[in-house]
C-alpha cells in the first residue's frame, strides 16, 4: 500500500516528568488544557502566556509556540529548552520535565 494513502496520527503522546505521567493529546490541543482535563496537578495561573508558571523544559520531541515564547521566557530559558505548556501544541510524540519550584517561584538546584 502507497503511505501517501495512510492517514497520518491525530493524537500525540506527552511524557511527563518527574510525575512519570503519559497522556494522549489530540492534534491542535494545548499541552497544558490537555493535562488539566487529564488530571495532572500542574503549575498554571493565566494560562493564556503571559505569567511564565506553566514553563517546562522540552526534552525531546517538537512542538508549535502559540506565540513568541521571547515574551515571557528568559533568553537562558529559552536556550535551556524551556517552553510554555499553555501556549504549544504537539508536533510529535514528546517528553518534558517539570522543575519543582521554591516558594519564591525560582527552581530548587
Ligand atoms: S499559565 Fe501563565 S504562561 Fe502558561
Not at 496520527?9 to 505521567?21: K, Y
Not at 501544541?89 to 520535565?97: A, F, G
Request: charged share 25%; aromatic share 4%; with cysteine.
Amino acid at each position: 500500500m502507497l503511505n501517501v494513502f495512510k492517514k497520518a496520527s491525530s493524537t500525540s503522546v506527552a511524557r511527563i516528568d518527574p510525575m512519570e505521567i503519559e497522556i494522549t493529546i489530540e492534534r491542535g490541543d494545548r499541552l497544558l488544557s490537555s493535562a488539566l482535563d487529564q488530571g495532572v496537578k500542574w503549575p498554571h495561573r493565566c494560562k493564556v502566556g503571559s505569567c511564565g508558571t506553566c514553563k517546562v523544559i522540552l526534552v525531546s520531541g517538537d512542538i508549535k509556540p502559540q506565540l513568541n515564547f521571547g515574551y515571557v521566557l528568559t533568553p537562558e530559558e529559552i536556550n535551556e529548552g524551556y517552553i510554555l505548556a499553555c501556549q504549544s501544541t504537539l508536533k510529535s510524540d514528546i517528553h518534558v520535565l517539570i522543575k519543582p519550584r521554591s516558594r519564591k517561584g525560582k527552581e530548587r538546584q
